[in-house]
């Protein structure tokens, strides 16, 4: 056995006894075997955990093993381009099984009960047999990462319930980064089967825009508020919706409730409907007494009949695939141009002598692209070129 020896720390005063000590043991050594403690194994030889293969993610997803689909979304949301590689070719087979369920958006001011609404009509469906899973757009947290956290403690007992998967902020990256990733999510959790998927997003900003590209039906919830009933929410956003719902709709503030309500059929009723052949209605409820949730699904179910009936339902989804595909391009383009070599060399320059009149903004303009346009035209492709490396992988 080896000896244990004491050693004072430096900080022990000049009279403290051994009380202040601390025992050093000695390592054990291959060949003696002596000593207490035991043998590290070399990081080499430690058991790794096996790396999932694409057929392990698919038939993962397609067998709803939730720790196998929670997987899948972190691969979908890596920026690892091995992982991105990989996450195409688990999303190309798992597109055949996507599409099944409600896509629903849920939008409005910070505070307005998004999650205490998700919470509530949620835990209602779940228990009616559905399964739900909820997701959340919100690319500001990328800075705060605020909603996740909140998120989970407000959906307490939904996160708990068998039949619904919560998935906190796809976080990283610009909005476009958030958009594919939020997408792609979507479809992962789609092709597992989920028949209704609730995606939060917060009313401020591009992210409304971006879920409304993703839904089927978009809900606004809305809190009366003293006097400004727009309560910073973009008049755009109205433009967006299927529904409004009134929020809070309870106690002393129900009579304002329903006042608001009346006013927001006001302004609907001049406003453009978004999706073709429905109406939409403002509503309230209470996401604290569940006074009016129930009302709000079948709105939402009335409409799913209504414009798959008529069509508009599956026309939507086609136009908003096509869209996703040219916002990719576009986004890749943009990036690219941006960090291209001469071009982002020469910006600096150009800013300079548009801002002092020497060159026209369309001079320069022009100028900027043919720069960036030499790389294909040279028949070279330069570093960094956007699609110099990248694999076209083709749903059939
Ligand atoms: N009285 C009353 N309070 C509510 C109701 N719904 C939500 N609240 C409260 O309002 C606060 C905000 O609710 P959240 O559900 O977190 O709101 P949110 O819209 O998800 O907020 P963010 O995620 O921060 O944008 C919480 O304290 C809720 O308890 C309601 O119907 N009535
Ligand atoms: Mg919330």
């Not at 000695?26 to 194994?41: C, D, M």
Request: aromatic residues 6%; charged residues 20%; contains cysteine.
């Amino acid at each position: 056995m080896a000896e244990k020896k004491a050693k004072k720390p430096e900080w022990v005063p000049n009279s403290g006894g051994d009380e202040f000590a601390s025992y050093l043991v000695e390592v054990v050594t291959e060949e003696t075997g002596e000593g207490n403690s035991t043998k590290a194994t070399p990081v080499s030889q430690l058991p790794r955990r096996r790396r999932l293969t694409v057929d392990d993610y698919i038939k993962g997803v397609l067998s709803k093993d939730r720790t196998i689909i929670a997987q899948t979304i972190t691969l979908v949301e890596s920026n690892n381009p091995n992982h991105m590689e990989t996450a195409q070719l688990v999303l190309k087979e798992l597109l055949p099984y996507t599409g099944k369920s409600i896509r629903v958006g849920i939008t409005g001011v910070p505070g307005a009960g998004k999650s205490t609404l998700i919470e509530v009509l949620g835990s209602k469906l779940c228990e009616q047999g559905n399964t739900v899973a909820v997701l959340a757009v919100d690319p500001s947290s990328t800075i705060t990462r605020g909603s996740i956290l909140g998120d989970k403690t407000r959906m307490e007992y939904l996160s708990r319930h068998p039949n619904a998967f919560i998935r906190p902020t796809a976080s990283g990256g610009t909005l476009g980064g958030v958009n594919r990733k939020s997408r792609e999510t979507m479809l992962v959790c789609e092709a597992a089967g989920f028949d209704v998927i609730l995606i939060e997003t917060v009313g401020v900003g591009q992210s409304e825009v971006t879920v409304r590209s993703m839904v089927d039906f978009f809900l606004l919830v809305m809190l009366t508020g003293a006097g400004d009933e727009l309560q910073g929410i973009k008049k755009g956003v109205m433009e967006l919706v299927d529904a409004i719902l009134v929020n809070k709709a309870d106690g002393e503030n129900k009579q304002r409730a329903l006042g608001a309500k009346v006013e927001f059929n006001r302004i609907l009723h001049y406003l453009q409907p978004f999706t073709d052949g429905w109406t939409p209605n403002a509503y309230t409820c209470s996401a604290l007494t569940g006074e009016g949730i129930g009302e709000i699904w079948k709105v939402i179910q009335e409409f799913s009949i209504v414009t798959r009936e008529s069509g508009v339902f599956m026309g939507r989804r086609r136009k908003q695939t096509i869209n996703w595909m040219y916002t990719m391009v576009e986004d890749a383009l943009r990036t690219s141009f941006y960090r291209h070599p001469t071009v982002s060399s020469i910006i600096p320059m150009m800013e300079e002598a548009v801002g002092n009149g020497k060159v026209s903004a369309t001079m320069a303009a022009n100028q900027l692209l043919r720069t960036f346009e030499d790389q294909f035209t040279n028949g070279v492709m330069q570093e960094g070129a956007p699609f110099a490396k990248g694999s076209l992988i083709v749903y059939e």
